[in-house]
């Protein structure tokens, strides 16, 4: 697996979280990224990053474990060390076994991915290229309801975007999670 280098320096400075991100990041429990520092440039915007991923997050009605995959698979395909490393360790964590994270380059393949798995992972290889034929979409009316259909499309959707900002401003990963044990609470 090819990833742009996470070594390169940032071409936006970190910079300090406004109070106002800092306290709704808090509010949400969540963890005080790099990305979020380089997108405080634009405090508006981060704003609404937030709202948007934190949304995908925690209030969608598909199985978290189904879009963390889906966000994996994106990392890959787009060559995201960054996100490639956060959405690791919190696939772990919602319980996506190592087993799967390990065979996802070779999915079709694999015994480790249910039908419903496999669905949402040519959808998420259909966002990436741009375009979501027929086939992919009468197999998601297969497994999802209407609602959950627009979860899993605005949760590829977000997540073809996410490591394109990612790679083009070129977010270092931070440094206190690069040992730590993938799964490991932070």
Not at 56 to 79: F, H, K, N, S
Not at 120 to 147: C, N, Q, W
Request: aromatic letters at 8%.
């Amino acid at each position: 697996m090819q990833f742009h280098s996470a070594r390169l320096k940032s071409r936006l400075p970190l910079k300090e979280i406004d109070a106002r991100n800092k306290r709704r990041i808090r509010e949400l429990n969540g963890e005080f990224l790099n990305l979020y520092r380089v997108l405080g440039h634009h405090s508006t915007l981060l704003s609404a990053w937030i709202e948007f991923a934190y949304t995908l997050r925690r209030d969608c009605t598909t199985a978290r474990t189904l879009r963390e995959l889906m966000i994996l698979r994106g990392a890959q395909l787009a060559g995201s060390a960054y996100e490639w490393h956060q959405h690791r360790r919190w696939a772990r964590q919602q319980g996506v076994s190592a087993e799967q994270i390990e065979d996802l380059m070779m999915w079709r393949d694999s015994p480790r991915f249910s039908a419903a798995e496999r669905t949402v992972l040519a959808l998420t290889e259909a966002m990436m290229a741009g375009d979501v034929p027929d086939a992919i979409y009468k197999a998601l009316r297969k497994h999802f309801r209407s609602s959950e259909i627009v979860e899993l499309v605005l949760t590829a959707g977000f997540y073809a975007m996410v490591p394109r900002v990612l790679n083009a401003l070129r977010v270092p990963i931070e440094k206190d999670t690069l040992h730590a044990p993938v799964g490991a609470q932070h």
